[in-house]
């Protein structure tokens, strides 16, 4: 490698280390506190002492504390290190894998959202508004940046039928569900981020996707309800298998399309 993609590396790597620092804290303020989200200083979660700046390195302060609070000497839960490291390896993958500068950027912020909105929802049962319609702001502008390598859409009409369609498929369940059998099937939040993938793959993803999130949800609940921990009426969260059906649609979705309209 040439001294100046080393160099466009390293600096990805580190800028890619402080926006997944931004994201730790994004994770845990946005299904709270809606103040203070970017102004306020970070503090630890149990004994609330303000974290001093070298105690707040990416990566370093974690290892350098070996992953507790300096103060309470409580557990700090690995998640910050790890969202960190993924954050500032996604960014130089993204560097190496794309033409241009504004694209690796843009999908770095898709990618971080995606993993935001899956830690979030794991946890909390929700995926805040914030996170989702920036997904939307961005899956919408995309089709107009016809330089970029993913170009999902043949046009602007199918994206648009995407997300209205990855909308009201999810309402449709939702309100279904609600005057059938009165229980909350998903939530509104799982239908606009349905929206969103919708908008940047167009409506022909809509189905595949719901199809195998379904089929990912079910299997994640499989070893619980084996164990009579959980029941098919459970709720669980469907933001993690939705963005996990979306990514087999992205890398081996027209493949798997064409084996299932050949057979
Ligand atoms: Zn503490």
Redesign the pocket.
Known sequence: MDQQIIFHCTFLFLLGLILGSFANVLIYRLPFDKKGILTGRSF?I??K?KIQWFDNIPLVSFLNLVGK?R??K?KISPRYFFVELISAISFVFLFINLDNYFEVIFYQIVFLILLMIILIDLKHFIIPDELNFTLIFLAIIHNFFTEFNFSFNEDLNQSIIGGLAGFFVIWSIIFLYDKLKNVEAMGLGDAKLMTALGFFFGWQSVPFILFFASIIGLISVLPSMINKQKTLRTEIPFGPPIICAACVYFFKGQQIIEFLIVY
Do not use: G, P, S, V
Request: hydrophobic content about 10%; glycine content about 0%; proline content about 0%.
């Open positions: 630890c149990f004994c002492k609070c103060n309470c409580k």
